[in-house]
C-alpha cells in the first residue's frame, strides 16, 4: 500500500513512537513494516467511521485492493529481516517462543483481512451490508494489528538495538 494512498495527519499516539534510530537494517525495516501497518490501520478506521451514510466508494475499492498485498509485503519483512535478527540476538527460549507467536499471529491477521477485503469490496460495489457487523469487522482488524505492533515494539525494538 503506498504511503499517498493511507497517509493521514492522526496517527495513534501510543504507536507513533518510532524505533531509535541506528544503522542496524533489521530495526529499518521493522519501522517501514509498521508504517505501512498503521496506514492501513489509519484507512481501515476511517471506513468504519465513515459508516453507514458516508462510505467512499473509491477509497473501499483501493483499501480492498491494497489491503492483503500490503499487509503481506510488511509480514514477510518482519519475519525475513526482522525475526531473523532477533533470534540471533536474543537467543533466549522465551523470545522464540513469541517470535513464534507473533508469526502466527501474522496468517491470523493475514486471514482476517482477506475476509475484510469481501467486505470492502461490497462497500466499494454499493451492495447492501450490515454496516454494524462491518464496523465491528473492521474494528476487530485494525484493533488485533495495533496490538500486534505494540507487542512488537515492547519485543523486538529493545533487542534490535
Known amino acids: 500500500m503506498t504511503a499517498e494512498t493511507l497517509a493521514t495527519d492522526c496517527l495513534d499516539t501510543q504507536l507513533t513512537q518510532q ?16 508504517a505501512a501497518i498503521r496506514r492501513l490501520c489509519e484507512a481501515l478506521e476511517d471506513v468504519a467511521d465513515s ?11 483501493r483499501l480492498a485492493e491494497e489491503l492483503v498485498p500490503a499487509l503481506r509485503t510488511a509480514q514477510e519483512t518482519e519475519e525475513m529481516q526482522v525475526f531473523p535478527a532477533i533470534r540471533r540476538a536474543a537467543g533466549a ?31 466499494a460495489n454499493g451492495s447492501t451490508v450490515n454496516t454494524e457487523a462491518v ?8 484493533g488485533a494489528l495495533r ?8 519485543l523486538v525494538a529493545g533487542r534490535l538495538r
Do not use: K, W
Open 147 to 154: 496490538r500486534h505492533l505494540s507487542f512488537e515494539q515492547e
Open 19 to 34: 524505533i531509535p534510530e541506528t544503522n542496524n537494517p533489521a530495526s529499518v525495516a521493522m519501522g517501514e513494516a509498521h
Open 51 to 61: 459508516l453507514p451514510a458516508n462510505v467512499n466508494r473509491g477509497d473501499c475499492r
Open 93 to 123: 527460549r522465551a523470545v522464540a517462543e513469541a517470535l513464534d507467536r507473533l508469526t502466527y499471529e501474522h496468517f491470523e491477521d493475514l486471514c482476517f483481512a482477506e475476509e475484510v477485503t469481501d467486505v470492502l469490496r461490497r462497500l
Open 135 to 142: 464496523g465491528y469487522m473492521l474494528r476487530g482488524l485494525f
